[in-house]
């Protein structure tokens, strides 16, 4: 029991339902269908207390004691109350007139009913392991395939081999599947126990598709957590996991080995009730894999002697350091329902080495994120086309997808992942570029519109390890795509980088951007100087609002800008209309002005005479 605390990758609910513990004088019973417990004391006579799943589900009433209980069940919505006294009655308190709309004649050893599917399995036939399957919808009932549970031993002379116990019904990945729990046979050479899934589909055969090998024999329970088969072992006090979506490379198809190492539920304490407790008492351990426990589907345990009821979960973090293998750990993580911030995290674990050599596992963790990506926005994209064109006819109304927490997309890596590796100086910066590039190669390669802040970290980074070779090829090659941020960016880097200038300048016509809103773009970074360099190489100079770019100089606070900009309009003026003077339709007086304040009335250009 020494294991680290972080092993435990399964846990019971922290708030379980809790009901008076099962004894002499109080029975216990529950029902799959509403998930609620009764605890039946005296027959009723004291009592009836239902607890179900959530406080509206629970009732409290009185009924005559007429004999021992045996089943005990409310309608869905706790509208009619059923009693099983005997083997052949059920009584409902409410006198009801009930009709037959439909009977089979079947010879039953036992049946298994599954609520979210509203089938039932009956076991048929001398040795129980012919099962008939019905489905409920609407009020009728349809007989679907009958399928044969393959034993592991034919008994001579033929005798029931089937147990109920052996056998669950459960929606795995939306699929029903009939589970088995085949126990070893020392005759069969199966040296150890597995569970055998049969598929059951509403319409045609019901089909063997996986076979879990458990890998050791004993008494074992299976339930079903986040499309997980998680199988307990009694005498080892310890449970697997199975995911049927992983496939085995070196097993035949749909053979499973546990995706984990068997671990322990993490352990449990008990708060202690009642009135007797002393507030400094701590809480009671709880017995794990207790024989007195009952396992029901999907995810419910239930310790009728110590009166609780328990949700079984799933820990991520934990199986984080159990998987070693990334890339089926990813497969493994993306499968699971709240699996964001484990999946950020293992992100940054695989790049917190900096090893060139771990490369390959970024790549393969790079496409396996952006292929849910992209099947997201494809998902999302055929949902807005639909919509447009309007209902087809004979098409069902298509659902909006949702999105799952599986759906990493680019702000989420850049905000959790990508952004703080890049500030983190022990990691050389040829990695850092390397695993950028490697993150935008996987985007392009899954037709993913990288986003312009990610193109942003390349060239910060580029930039502060001097690396303007790489980032003249990077544009020169169009490694990264154009955009008008990006543009906007290698402006703000002619200081420390001439070329960029014309670098931005390039990639903002090849974006067909048009001249005045280059102009804008530019005067908006205050390269009032490059705005006017640019608007002469292009021959719009005589056109362009001389107030737009003296505002903007006088914005700057830079006095010789100003003096610079205010002559060159000066010049322009002469040269067009024999006047250095502005028209009064220019709306430059405010700029005579304050040129006026700065340098004198002597420094205004005069008229030259021709």
Known sequence: MNEPPQQHYLELSENPVQFEHASSVNNVFFDEANKQVFAVRSGGATGVVVKGPDDKSSVAFRMDDKGEVKCIKFSIGNKILAVQ??????????????KLLKSQSINVNWYQYCPETAVILLSTTVQGNVLQPFAFRNGTMSKMSKFEIELPVIPKPAKLSLSERDIAMATIYGQLYVMYLKHHSRTANSPSAEVVLYHLPREGACKKSHVLKLNTTGKFALNIVDNLVVVHHQSSQTSLIFDIKLKEPDCAVNTHQPVLPARSIHPY???????AVVPSQPPMPCQLYSSSWSVFQPDIIISAS????????????PTVNLLQDKGKLMDFLLRRRDCKMVILSVCSQILEGGDKGSL??????????NQVYKEYLEAEQSYTVAMESGPSRGSAAQKRPVRTQ???DQSDMYTHVLSSFTERKEVSHKFVIAVLMEYIRSLNQHQITVQHYLYELVIKTLVQHNLFYMLHQFLQYHVLSDSKPLACLLLSLESTYPPAHQLSLDMLKRLSTANDEIVEVLLSKQQVLGALRFIRSVGGHDNVSARKFLDAARQTGD???????????????QRLRGSPAFNPGEHCEEHVVHFK?????QALMKASTV
């Not at 110590?306 to 973090?317: D, F, N, R, S």
């Not at 006095?559 to 003026?573: A, E, G, I």
């Not at 304040?597 to 009335?601: A, D």
């Open 597 to 601: 304040q700065l340098f004198g009335e």
């Open 360 to 369: 390959p596992v970024v790549a393969t963790v790079f496409d396996k994120l």
């Open 269 to 275: 304490r008990m708060p202690l009730a009642g009135p």
């Open 559 to 573: 006095q010789m800008l100003f003096y610079t900009v205010f002559r060159s309009f000066q010049q322009r003026n």
């Open 85 to 98: 006294r005997t083997s052949k009655s059920v009584v409902f308190p409410d006198k009801r007139s009930l």
């Open 306 to 317: 110590e009166g609780y009821l328990w949700y079984l979960q799933v820990k991520l973090p």
């Open 406 to 408: 599986a759906v990493i």
